[in-house]
Every structure is written in C-alpha cells, then in structure tokens.
C-alpha cells in the first residue's frame, strides 16, 4: 500500500503564490509517477501535473504550463506544487496520486492511490 498526505493549501489572492506538498509512504514499486490532479465544484476530476520519481517529466496541463511547477524529493518522500500567478479558475480541491505503471498517463484512471485532498481557493 501507499499512503499519501497533502498540504499547503488555502486562500489566495489572484497573481499570488502557493506550494503544495505531498508526503508518500509504503511500498515504494508501488508510486512509480507521481501526479497532481484537481477537482472544482461540479467538475470532474483533471490532471495538472505528473513526474517520476527520478525526475523523468514533468508533464504540464496546458492551463498550467509556466505557472505551476513540479518536483520530486526522493531523499524525503515528497512531490511538491509550486503555483505562480494563480487565477481564480485555479480554484479546486488539489489531490496527489500516485502509479504503479513507468509510463505516463493523463488519465485519473491511470493512477492507483489517490491522497484526501487540500483546498486551493482563488478569490479575484
């Protein structure tokens, strides 16, 4: 099993600055990619973000890409979201998800253990 953990989110202004992190434990053949998706009230669930733990990536969502920043910490266990010049769209529930596979996908699907989530608001 995986287990993972976020943190970092909360209220921002719009064109301000927050970092997630996500904690990973267990198993690690388990979290080969490691990935951030995000979810707004009556969406569904898209991707944002993935990396290998190597460093092999990132992948960027085209809404992101020069904002956002992925990276992974293998010595900590940790796969941080730096966010820049956040928007309102921005707005979401943040989730790290982790997969057993060494390819990449940007499919939810794709990914295997999932964290609770951290709350990410932009207000304009």
């Known amino acids: 099993q995986v287990q993972l953990v976020e943190s970092g989110g909360g209220l921002v202004q719009a064109g301000g600055s927050l970092r997630l992190s996500c904690a990973a434990s267990?198993?690690?053949?388990?979290?080969?990619?490691m990935g951030w998706f995000r979810q707004a009230p009556g969406k569904e669930r898209e991707f944002v973000a993935s990396?290998?733990?190597?460093?092999?990536?990132?992948y960027y969502a085209d809404s992101v890409k020069g904002r956002f920043t992925i990276s992974s910490v293998n010595a900590e266990n940790t796969v941080d979201l730096q966010m820049n010049s956040l928007k309102p769209e921005d707005t979401a529930n943040y989730y790290c998800a982790a997969r057993s596979y060494y390819t990449n996908t940007y499919s939810a699907k794709g990914y295997d253990y999932w964290g609770q989530g951290t709350s990410v608001t932009v207000s304009s």
């Open positions: 267990g198993r690690t053949f388990n979290r080969n990619y």
């Open positions: 990396i290998r733990w190597d460093g092999i990536g990132p």
